[in-house]
């Protein structure tokens, strides 16, 4: 049975002695290297084969985030997967966002970090327990603001200029004259963009005509 070959990077050396320590005690895992910084992973990596990577965020040097990029520059079979002390949406998703096939913190047990190997090297990726919640915010929220592009992209260009003169705190008749349009008209406009923006009332379209920042209020 070939073992997956693995690489620690952290700039503790406890902390990769440790891990190797665990690590080596699963049958098919092999620490095939150690490294302190980004740039000694990163020279062994372009003349050696590993499987996967554990990767420290806050390195001297070279960090985390820096080596992550090269890595994935190099477009090797590499799989990375970061193991930090932080638990911070921003660097999930910025590490994910970069290509890393998984995120793990340092103080998760052994078999958490054993399955969170095995099934990155099977193809799947791995986030710690503690986290998903925060990645199923951060789906959600680009889910949301997708919604929103779209709606405010299906507004005619009329449309949107009426939305932007509701934000003003115009009325219906003022629209009216200001457009050279009649009261009917506006109102039509009116309805047509409360459905598409999924939207109650002109309140809640000020609101987010705003919000949106597409005025300079």
Same mark, same amino acid.
């Given at each position: 049975?070939?073992?997956?070959?693995?690489?620690?990077?952290?700039?503790?050396?406890?902390?990769?002695?440790?891990?190797?320590?665990?690590?080596?005690?699963?049958?098919?895992?092999?620490?095939?290297?150690? %490294?302190?910084?980004?740039?000694? %992973?990163?020279?062994?990596?372009?003349?050696?084969?590993?499987?996967?990577?554990?990767?420290?965020?806050?390195?001297?040097?070279?960090?985390?985030?820096?080596?992550?990029?090269?890595?994935?520059?190099?477009?090797?079979?590499?799989?990375?997967?970061?193991?930090?002390?932080?638990?911070?949406?921003?660097?999930?998703?910025?590490?994910?966002?970069?290509?890393?096939?998984?995120?793990?913190?340092? /103080?998760?047990?052994?078999?958490?970090?054993?399955?969170?190997?095995?099934? +990155?090297?099977?193809?799947?990726?791995?986030?710690?327990?503690?986290?998903?919640?925060?990645?199923?915010?951060?789906?959600?929220?680009?889910?949301?603001?997708?919604?929103?592009?779209?709606?405010?992209?299906?507004?005619?260009?009329?449309?949107?200029?009426?939305?932007?003169?509701? %934000?003003?705190?115009?009325?219906?008749? /003022?629209?009216? /004259?200001?457009?050279?349009?009649?009261?009917?008209? +506006?109102?039509?406009? +009116?309805?047509?963009?409360?459905?598409?923006? /999924?939207?109650?009332?002109?309140?809640?379209?000020?609101?987010?005509?705003?919000?949106?920042?597409?005025?300079?209020?």
């Amino acid at each position: 049975m070939n073992k997956i070959k693995i690489m620690i990077v952290d700039d503790h050396a406890l902390m990769r002695e440790g891990l190797t320590k665990i690590l080596e005690m699963e049958d098919n895992f092999e620490v095939v290297f150690k %490294a302190a910084d980004g740039y000694e %992973a990163l020279d062994y990596i372009e003349q050696n084969p590993v499987d996967i990577v554990l990767l420290d965020i806050n390195m001297p040097n070279m960090n985390g985030i820096e080596t992550l990029k090269k890595m994935k520059q190099m477009d090797f079979e590499t799989k990375i997967i970061m193991l930090t002390v932080y638990d911070t949406r921003e660097y999930l998703i910025e590490t994910l966002n970069l290509g890393a096939n998984g995120y793990m913190l340092k /103080d998760a047990e052994t078999d958490s970090l054993v399955k969170a190997i095995e099934a +990155v090297y099977n193809g799947g990726s791995y986030i710690h327990p503690n986290l998903a919640g925060e990645l199923f915010k951060e789906i959600n929220r680009q889910r949301v603001s997708r919604n929103i592009k779209s709606g405010v992209d299906s507004l005619t260009r009329r449309e949107y200029e009426v939305l932007l003169l509701i %934000a003003e705190g115009m009325s219906n008749k /003022d629209i009216s /004259d200001h457009l050279v349009i009649s009261e009917k008209t +506006v109102k039509n406009h +009116v309805s047509s963009i409360l459905r598409k923006l /999924d939207l109650q009332d002109r309140t809640q379209a000020a609101i987010f005509a705003i919000k949106q920042k597409l005025t300079n209020s």
